[in-house]
């Protein structure tokens, strides 16, 4: 198992948390994220930096003005190491075919469309860069508005049948299997952003403008703006004292950094470079600030909901023949979690597990390890609850099969089972009206079928009754 947790491809330790927190400010080293002041500029000038808007393992976010065409976009900016630029130019590639193939495919409008790239080198190194069109919160964020009690289900069929129709148009049209699809990677579609951001960054804008260039801007300013959700005062006390702690090792890392920087500057020589390095002395991360449609209209926008694809960080081409570990923990299916091969049906596990979320506000498996068992052990039992029978293409066919299943296909190390069913648990435990937890779990199951092949493809569930209720 690979020791460091921040490999492009490991996902050996991630998970979905559900909370509030922002990026490890420890990540802020050589070839991890690029530390962003507000204000600051990106390739020749071109994009100005107003606001965070997020971050994921890989990246931070930022809400920018394309000074080239006068509107805002989305800037990603990629951690340095080699293993994530090689990963960003991946994905810019995938990119790149998915806004080529078949922009009239009804998915195409279901997945966040690059719109341009560029490399940015900065104290911690060279960063792929990628603009997006700016969207708004995730659907982890809309699932927190409903205070993790499920999304109403009309709201739930509408997001479903737009990710399925994404979902379609990557695997069938582009060749391309997503890999990490979960709530965090699906975001909202704002109507008329443009004209509301106009407004709403109008004055970062103009302190921006007044401010004499290379002035030293504070990162924690940023804290009282607007939306923020890590304000340093809502924080809770642990949280409080594991910064303090981190902020503490990081500023004895500081000392050393800005040694190495002197030094690389030197040895960069006249490479363009952002001349706001020296501020780099993160003390604070910045807080997200997510725009959501309430924000900018009414609640009723939600039921005309809009919603993409994002993230195709991890996104991989159909026609390879893939073993290695995919997917966040929570929706990564069974075929993955056992070494058999896999490709886009893995995709469609994961869209039931986050479909199931959406409706219940909890994760359909949460394995944990126990002292006899490994979290790998406690996920298929929790899977084999559910599903009963396991076929034997997983049970033999792969690389760790025989770790945890014996010769008779029966799990090693968990013997005691306790078999539901899912219109049960949504209606035992999620108290979904029985009717609802029939057509919820009718709809659900043909994409959790433990054998691939047999799993239902995006295209095919496009056409089940229960997305046709939409209204
Ligand atoms: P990573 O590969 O690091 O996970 P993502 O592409 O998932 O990066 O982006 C990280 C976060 O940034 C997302 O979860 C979301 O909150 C925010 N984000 C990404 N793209 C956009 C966008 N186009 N508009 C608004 N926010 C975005
Ligand atoms: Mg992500």
Not at 205 to 218: F, G, H, M, S, W
Not at 265 to 270: C, F, I, K, M, V
Not at 367 to 372: L, M, Q, T, V
Request: proline share 4%.
């Amino acid at each position: 198992m690979p020791k460091e947790d921040d490999s492009a491809s490991d996902y050996s330790d991630n998970e979905s948390s559900h909370s509030d927190e922002e990026e490890d400010i420890e990540d802020y080293k050589k070839g991890g994220y690029h530390p962003v002041n507000i204000g600051d500029r990106f390739d020749n000038g071109r994009y100005i930096v107003l606001r965070k808007l997020g971050w994921g393992h890989f990246s931070t976010v930022w809400l920018t003005l394309d000074t080239l065409t006068d509107s805002h976009v989305a800037l990603k900016i990629v951690k340095a190491a080699n293993r994530y630029t090689d990963s960003a130019l991946e994905e810019i590639k995938l990119l790149e075919c998915v806004k080529k193939t078949n922009p009239e495919s009804k998915g195409w409008q279901h997945v966040a469309q690059l719109l341009n790239h560029f490399w940015h080198q900065g104290p911690n190194g060279k960063h792929a860069c990628m603009t997006f069109e700016v969207l708004g919160e995730s659907l982890l964020s809309l699932m927190k508005r409903y205070n993790y009690k499920g999304i109403p289900q009309h709201i739930v069929k509408r997001i479903a049948k737009q990710v399925l129709e994404g979902l379609d148009y990557l695997h069938r049209e582009c060749g391309i299997v997503h890999t990490d699809l979960k709530p965090e990677n699906v975001l909202v579609w704002i109507p008329n952003i443009e004209d509301y951001l106009k407004t709403d960054t109008a004055d970062i804008l103009k302190e921006i403008n007044a401010a004499p260039p290379n002035i030293e801007r504070r990162r924690s300013s940023t804290a009282s703006w607007k939306d923020g959700v890590a304000d340093v005062d809502s924080i809770s006390k642990s949280k409080k004292k594991r910064l303090k702690k981190k902020m503490k090792k990081k500023n004895e890392a500081i000392q050393q950094n800005n040694e190495d920087e002197d030094e690389l500057e030197d040895t960069l020589g006249n490479l363009k470079i952002n001349t706001q390095w020296n501020n780099s002395n993160t003390s604070t991360v910045i807080p997200s600030c997510t725009l959501d449609i309430t924000t900018i209209g009414s609640e009723k926008e939600l039921d005309n909901i809009v919603v993409k694809i994002a993230d195709l960080g991890n996104a991989c081409w159909m026609d390879g023949e893939y073993t290695h570990v995919i997917q966040t923990r929570q929706y990564r299916s069974p075929e993955v979690i056992v070494g058999a091969k896999w490709t886009n049906e893995a995709d469609m596990w994961s869209v039931a597990c986050m479909i199931f979320e959406l409706l219940t506000g909890e994760f359909l498996f949460d394995p944990r390890a126990g002292s006899k068992y490994n979290k790998d052990d406690d996920h298929l039992a929790q899977i084999l609850e559910l599903m009963r029978t396991v076929p034997k293409l997983l049970t033999t066919g792969g690389e760790y099969s025989r770790d945890f299943f014996d010769r008779s296909g029966k799990l090693k190390h968990i013997k005691k089972l306790r078999y539901r069913r899912l219109r049960d648990v949504l209606h035992d435990t999620f108290l979904v009206p029985p009717e609802d937890a029939d057509a919820a779990s009718v709809f659900l199951l043909p994409m959790l079928e433990m054998d691939m092949s047999k799993r239902a493809s995006a295209q095919q569930m496009l056409k089940s009754p229960w997305l046709q209720e939409t209204t």
